[in-house]
């Protein structure tokens, strides 16, 4: 399994960026934080300060596994207007293998901007969704799609990323990981076919 990277930039929601980060190690897939700002130290739209692993310029990313977008703002435009990031988004979207999970303002602000989600099921933070051009906009916990996993935001973080577990590992090892972080059985109602 190749390395998964979730990215951040200043005003980034934070639970949204670590939970996924959390989650994943649990469940066993390799994920590293990446900024996309001057420096490894990203600054949350919360105030809260995180290093991340690693800085853009200094990752080869070859052929990644999840591409991770957390939403907030101004995170998510942060984001967006990083461009070796969006070509590094339209490369995956076109990959074989790779696939990309984003939250909140994300898949809009992001995704959707760049066109990447037409003909698409995706949900958003409400009051995005104008920027979901040529996608299918569903009222969901989470939505996923072919290569996406799309969730609305930040109290959907844990559901999201057990989403992006259960489409990497399976259903059986979202349960466990669940089970051990004490969710009740039923968060993972929404991630049923």
Not at 29 to 56: L, W
Not at 63 to 77: D, N, R, Y
Request: aromatic share 6%; charged share 20%; net charge negative.
């Amino acid at each position: 399994m190749n390395e998964s990277y979730v990215f951040l930039a200043d005003g980034f929601e934070e639970i949204e960026a670590l939970t996924p980060v959390d989650v994943l190690r649990r469940a066993g897939i390799p994920v590293k934080t990446v900024s996309v700002m001057d420096s490894v130290e990203v600054t949350g739209a919360h105030g809260i300060k995180v290093e991340a692993d690693t800085h853009f310029s200094e990752v080869e990313f070859g052929a990644p596994t999840w591409l991770i977008l957390p939403g907030g703002m101004p995170g998510a435009q942060n984001l967006h207007d990083y461009e070796p990031l969006a070509a590094l988004l339209k490369k995956q979207a076109t990959s074989e293998e790779g696939r990309i999970a984003a939250i909140c303002a994300s898949p809009a602000v992001v995704l959707g901007a760049e066109g990447l989600l037409k003909g698409k099921k995706a949900t958003c933070y409400p009051g995005f969704e104008r920027l979901l051009e040529g996608a299918e906009v569903v009222k969901a916990p989470v939505v996923i799609d072919g290569k996406f996993v799309l969730a609305p935001g930040p109290a959907l973080a844990a559901v999201w990323s057990l989403a992006i577990v259960k489409e990497q590992l399976g259903i059986d090892k979202a349960a466990e990981v669940a089970s051990q972080m004490l969710f009740p059985p039923t968060v993972l109602d929404p991630l049923m076919d």
